[in-house]
């Protein structure tokens, strides 16, 4: 079953090798405080209950909120994020907190095919945005840039005087 790869900022998210990495560099975290970070991403941009997270990362444990709030400070550290300025991680006084940075999300089995040796010609490195659009693949398994084909399809019957319908 495929996971989803997670990418923000300068910074890659695997959950399926519990690996955090900014550029070529892992970082190492703890597993409560990847799991924080692995959940937040989840859900990029709403806001996550400290009791949701609680229940998420301790589940069955009567769990105090020191232990989540550890985590949440340990995250800001390796993101070198402030709670004042987030960047990232956004504090809801007195209710939770929220990813704030946008993420882009990916198939892990996507993701082995271009950085695999025969899928990597025409893509660009790892780590760039612009190999995330690269999603459609042809037949022979060659990669098209997904924008220039819609474009392409969309703008061709109105150069010929004709409606896009079919």
Same mark, same amino acid.
């Given at each position: ?19 955090? &990495?900014? $550029?070529?560099? /892992? @970082? ?11 959940? %937040? +991403?989840? =859900? ?49 006084? &007195?209710? $939770?907190?929220? /990813? @704030? ?11 082995? %095919? +271009?950085? =695999? ?50």
């Amino acid at each position: 079953m495929a996971t989803r790869i997670y990418q923000f900022a300068s910074f890659e998210l695997d959950p399926s090798q519990a690996r955090l &990495r900014k $550029g070529s560099q /892992f @970082v190492p975290l703890r597993p409560k405080t990847f799991a924080l970070l692995e959940y %937040l +991403l989840a =859900s990029a941009g709403r806001l996550v209950t400290r009791a949701d997270l609680i229940d998420a990362l301790w589940p069955g444990v009567n769990v105090g909120e020191e232990g989540l709030t550890t985590c949440v400070y340990e995250l800001r550290e390796v993101l070198n994020d402030k709670p004042r300025k987030p960047r990232f991680i956004e504090t809801v006084h &007195r209710r $939770g907190y929220r /990813f @704030v940075a946008p993420v882009a999300s990916i198939d892990s089995e996507v993701d082995a %095919l +271009l950085r =695999s040796p025969g899928g990597s010609a025409n893509v660009p490195s790892p780590g760039s945005s612009a190999k995330r659009q690269l999603l459609l693949i042809s037949g022979d398994f060659s990669w098209v840039p997904l924008g220039n084909t819609l474009s392409d399809d969309l703008i061709a019957p109105l150069r010929n005087g004709r409606s896009g319908a079919r």
